[in-house]
């Protein structure tokens, strides 16, 4: 007597599939995440540039000073990216547009 095991075998298959491309979901919306993150972060940037000018009479500029504020500016929007809101709103709306994109295939 033999034992047809090919039925078992397709769910199993399939469930390992279905676990696989769970996992490349999970690793697309972490880049995503991250990825958005950033644009925010280039968005204070650019913001923060304005804002805080080095242009102050009071003290007045040393060699390097530019390179150091740049540096400071650089810091300042990478550490509050992702609090504002904009990177969160631009990650649900590419998950909306990525999950329609999917529907229609």
Same mark, same amino acid.
């Given at each position: 007597?033999?034992?047809?095991?090919?039925?078992?075998?397709?769910?199993?298959?399939?469930?390992?599939?279905?676990?696989?491309?769970?996992?490349?979901?999970?690793?697309?919306?972490?880049?995503?995440?991250?990825?958005?993150? *950033?644009?925010?972060?280039?968005? /204070?940037?650019?913001?923060?540039?304005?804002?805080?000018?080095?242009?102050?009479?009071?003290?007045?500029?040393?060699?390097?000073?530019?390179?150091? *504020?740049?540096?400071?500016?650089?810091?300042?929007?990478? =550490?509050?990216?992702?609090?504002?809101?904009?990177? =969160? /709103?631009?990650?649900?709306?590419?998950?909306?547009?990525?999950?329609?994109?999917?529907?229609?295939?």
């Amino acid at each position: 007597m033999r034992i047809d095991t090919s039925m078992a075998m397709m769910n199993y298959d399939n469930a390992k599939l279905k676990n696989q491309s769970q996992v490349i979901q999970n690793q697309d919306d972490a880049k995503l995440k991250e990825q958005t993150d *950033h644009f925010e972060a280039l968005l /204070l940037k650019t913001m923060l540039q304005d804002a805080i000018k080095n242009d102050d009479t009071l003290y007045p500029k040393q060699p390097g000073s530019d390179i150091y *504020h740049s540096m400071y500016i650089d810091q300042l929007s990478e =550490e509050l990216s992702g609090s504002f809101g904009y990177s =969160e /709103l631009l990650y649900r709306y590419l998950q909306d547009q990525q999950n329609q994109n999917a529907k229609r295939k």
